[in-house]
């Protein structure tokens, strides 16, 4: 599963994002059969967006950092822009205590 693409933007997923994702994946995997995999299937689209670079998300925390509510999920991605470079520092699962966020 690679989770970094080259169009547009690039995107760079930070290790405890990345962590963050398969742990989601396998979460919903042991739920139901074949929703881990919609789960990142519909993740990617969200990162298609970011890297499309023709919307930017409000400012949530300094220094720059964006939150990208999920709508079907109960995730937010947090994330930096700079130049033409996204960071992904985490992919939150908002049920989780707010102090839990990275950065």
Do not use: C
């Amino acid at each position: 599963m690679g989770l970094t693409k080259n169009m547009g933007s690039k995107l760079i997923i930070e290790s405890e994002a990345e962590n963050e994702i398969y742990d989601a994946i396998d979460w919903y995997e042991s739920k139901q059969v074949g929703l881990g995999e919609e789960f990142y299937n519909y993740l990617e689209g969200y990162f298609e967006t970011l890297k499309s670079g023709n919307i930017n998300f409000s400012i949530k925390r300094k220094p720059v950092f964006r939150e990208l509510p999920l709508k079907r999920f109960p995730y937010v991605i947090i994330y930096e822009k700079i130049k033409d470079t996204i960071f992904v520092y985490s992919v939150f699962n908002t049920h989780q205590h707010p102090l839990k966020k990275v950065k």
